[in-house]
């Protein structure tokens, strides 16, 4: 079984830049993956922050940004604010019309 | 206005059903594709299933042959029917639409609590 792979943790400093990973435990993701990255706070719904590889959700500043880098998705936010101290989720497409989202990420700024 | 309110969230021991609702505002579901989501305490997402807007239906493999996704367009609504409940299925649930393919879940309803508990 595919699992979709994220760091546990990540601490960035305000106003700095940081990139958030997610992979596959095998193989490689690409854009056929359709990889998406959400954004969680404590007690809320998520919020789409990217789609399509990096496609931004209307409303989304554009200091979020999503790429594919080497043989994963990525989710790079520069100019870190407070208000960006959140979980953050990407979700792939394995293909059959399964989805998978990765175990998240608890982002400290 | 966009909006998706869930229902039908509580508490139900282990072995029954239950059955998710989820009403749509704003736009028509059997235009868009319908998820619904969910997470576990403390715990993260999990892609529970869909519903194309070409009418196909996907689960995945942890509640496959237990949920069914259905929708009801005169009442422009998505439901989720639950049955053969399990202490792992307690969890928020989420419905999302997304307004293409790749854009699966656009946006999001505030969710609705299910815990089996006996």
């Known amino acids: 079984q595919t699992v979709v792979t994220q760091e546990p943790s990540f601490s960035v400093s305000p106003g700095g830049t940081v990139t958030l990973t997610c992979g596959l435990s095998?193989?490689?993701?690409?854009?056929?993956?359709?990889p998406s990255w959400y954004q969680q706070t404590p007690g809320q719904a998520p919020r789409t922050l990217i789609f399509?590889?990096?496609t931004r959700s209307s409303g989304v500043p554009d200091r979020f940004s999503g790429s594919v880098v080497g043989n994963k998705a990525a989710l790079t936010i520069t100019g870190a604010q407070a208000d960006d101290e959140a979980d953050y989720y990407c979700?792939?497409?394995?293909?059959?019309?399964?989805?998978?989202f990765g175990g998240g990420t608890k982002l400290t700024v | 206005e966009v909006q998706l309110v869930e229902s039908g969230g509580g508490l139900i021991q282990p072995g029954g059903s239950l059955r998710l609702s989820c009403a749509a505002s704003?736009?028509?579901?059997?235009?868009?594709?319908m998820t619904w989501v969910r997470q576990a305490p403390g715990k993260g997402l999990e892609w529970v299933s869909d519903?194309?807007?070409?009418?196909?239906?996907y689960y995945a493999d942890s509640v496959k042959g237990r949920f069914t996704i259905s929708r009801d367009n005169s009442r422009n609504k998505v439901y989720l029917q639950m049955n053969s409940l399990r202490a792992e299925d307690t969890a928020v649930y989420y419905c999302?639409?997304?307004?293409?393919?790749?854009?699966?879940?656009?946006?999001w309803g505030q969710g609705t609590l299910v815990t089996v508990s006996s």
């Open positions: 999302a639409r997304g307004t293409s393919f790749g854009e699966l879940l656009r946006y």
């Open positions: 704003g736009f028509t579901v059997s235009s868009n594709y």
């Open positions: 519903f194309y807007r070409d009418g196909n239906t």
């Open positions: 095998s193989g490689s993701v690409s854009p056929d993956y359709y």
């Open positions: 399509s590889t990096n």
């Open positions: 979700l792939l497409y394995l293909g059959g019309g399964t989805w998978a």
